[in-house]
């Protein structure tokens, strides 16, 4: 099946910096998602990009499919950004989760 | 307009028991996935369902573990004879069509093994 990559593994910032999230695929996707899963446990669902460039709020997201990666930006960060960061890739062939990027807003 | 539930959210077992696991797709929704995360784990996927049949079930453990999704009700995950190894969050997952669609999760039912 699909490998998918994520990096960094750990991130800690100021409350206001900015960061950028990477998330690379072994082979063509036909889905490429983008959760949060905050403190409580609950997935977030916060992009559907299996390729293009979307924007919510301080969040955007780029998957260029090509190269088989993805980017999730996140802009002014505060501290309820804070949470794991999973990308999800794959499609009829099979779907796979990234480990994570596990990310600490500080005050 | 409900999104994906899933009960029981907390689920405790002794060693040998069986564990059932209910997950309700979004209205409209006729693919259900389900995951396991273990703790300070990622997600694996297990299975695929569509309504009645298994697509794929490539990440489930070969023995004590099953699946279904009847015509009628929930998506039903049956793990028999539960051992201390699968206390973990099982999440499920709906799509209105199939794997390449948006995916929308469920909050999960945490099982603990005693």
């Known amino acids: 099946g699909i490998q998918v990559e994520q990096s960094p593994p750990d991130l800690i910032l100021q409350e206001g910096a900015n960061s950028t999230l990477r998330c690379n695929f072994s082979?063509?996707?036909?889905?490429l998602q983008w959760f949060h899963q905050n403190p409580w446990g609950q997935l977030i669902n916060l992009f559907y990009?299996?390729?293009g460039t979307k924007q919510n709020g301080r969040l955007s997201a780029t998957t260029v499919a090509t190269e088989r990666y993805s980017l999730l930006y996140i802009s002014s960060s505060q501290t309820t950004d804070s949470g794991v960061y999973f990308c999800?890739?794959?499609?009829?062939?099979?779907?796979?989760f990234g480990k994570g990027t596990h990310l600490i807003i500080q005050p | 307009n409900a999104g994906v539930m899933q009960n029981p959210r907390h689920l405790v077992r002794r060693r040998g028991q069986e564990a059932r696991l209910r997950c309700s797709p979004m209205?409209?929704?006729?693919?259900v996935y389900w995951y396991r995360q273990l703790p300070e784990e990622g997600l694996k996927f297990m299975v695929y369902?569509?309504?009645?049949?298994?697509?794929?079930e490539s990440g489930m453990p070969k023995e004590r573990f099953s699946a279904e999704f009847p015509k009628e009700g929930p998506s039903i995950l049956r793990i028999q004879q539960v051992v201390r190894g699968d206390s973990a969050a099982y999440f499920c997952?709906?799509?209105?069509?199939?794997?390449?669609?948006?995916?929308?999760f469920g909050p999960g039912t945490r099982l603990t093994v005693l």
């Open positions: 990009i299996p390729s």
């Open positions: 082979d063509s996707v036909n889905n």
């Open positions: 209205k409209g929704h006729s693919h």
């Open positions: 997952a709906s799509s209105y069509r199939g794997s390449e669609n948006e995916q929308f």
């Open positions: 369902l569509q309504k009645e049949n298994i697509i794929d």
């Open positions: 999800l890739g794959g499609g009829a062939d099979g779907l796979t």
